[in-house]
Every structure is written in C-alpha cells, then in structure tokens.
C-alpha cells in the first residue's frame, strides 16, 4: 500500500466532534517522514490543517490551534486528526498526505511537498 486511507469523517453540528483517521504503509513509518491532514472546501484552495513527522514535531494552522490534536501511532500505522469544538467554515474534504525522507519543517502545509495522497473523507458542520 503507498496511498494512505482516511476515514472517520462525517456531519456534525456545531461545536461537535470528530476523529478523522489515516492508514499508511509500515514501510513510510519506518524512516523519515512527514504527514499532513489538508482539506479543501468547494471553491477554495487546498490549505494545511496539521502535520507530524517522525520526531513527532507537530504543527497547526492558525485557524485550528487549540482545536484540533494531530497524533499517531505507530504500532498501527495510523494517523488521526482529533477535532473537537468544529465550526461550519471547517467543513471540507479531508486529506492525509505524505512524504518520506524529510521531516515537516516549515513546509509542513504545502501541498507541493508531499508525494502520496489519500482520496479524502468529508466533514460536514452544520450550525
């Protein structure tokens, strides 16, 4: 497997949560890495919401601090995003997205930099 699956997106009203997950290879979690969650909403460009990488540096966008956690655990080869106390502009298409042999630097939220993406999972913040 080189693509990541998400999963774990859904509707939720205001103020609710979610966890959105992230399934990669063994084999990206053997070494370097970099993971990102970007989302993209209809009409708008793809943005960086969180990232961690193998010394588990995490990184946040602005809009999401102290809101949403990004963790893994390696003994699953997965990734989450936790997202607590969501609001309707967090509403989007989810995608995790990887690249190995480097580790997140200030980097972390351009798409540009990472080689394998998944198909995303949608969330969906009613008000």
């Known amino acids: 497997q080189v693509q990541p699956v998400e999963s774990g997106g859904g509707s939720v009203q205001g103020g609710g949560s979610l966890t959105l997950s992230c399934v990669v290879s063994?084999?990206?979690?053997?070494?370097?890495?970099?993971v990102s969650w970007f989302r993209q909403a209809p009409g708008k460009e793809r943005e960086g919401v969180a990232g961690?990488?193998?010394?588990?540096?995490?990184h946040y966008a602005d809009a999401v601090k102290g809101r949403f956690t990004i963790s893994k655990d390696s003994g699953k080869n997965t990734l989450y995003l936790q997202m607590n106390s969501l609001k309707p502009e967090d509403s989007a298409m989810y995608y995790c997205a990887y690249s190995t042999g480097r580790l997140c630097g200030t980097g972390w939220y351009l798409p540009r930099g990472f080689d394998y993406w998944g198909q995303g999972t949608q969330v969906t913040v009613s008000s």
């Open positions: 961690i990488d193998t010394i588990s540096s995490t």
């Open positions: 063994e084999y990206t979690l053997s070494a370097n890495y970099c």
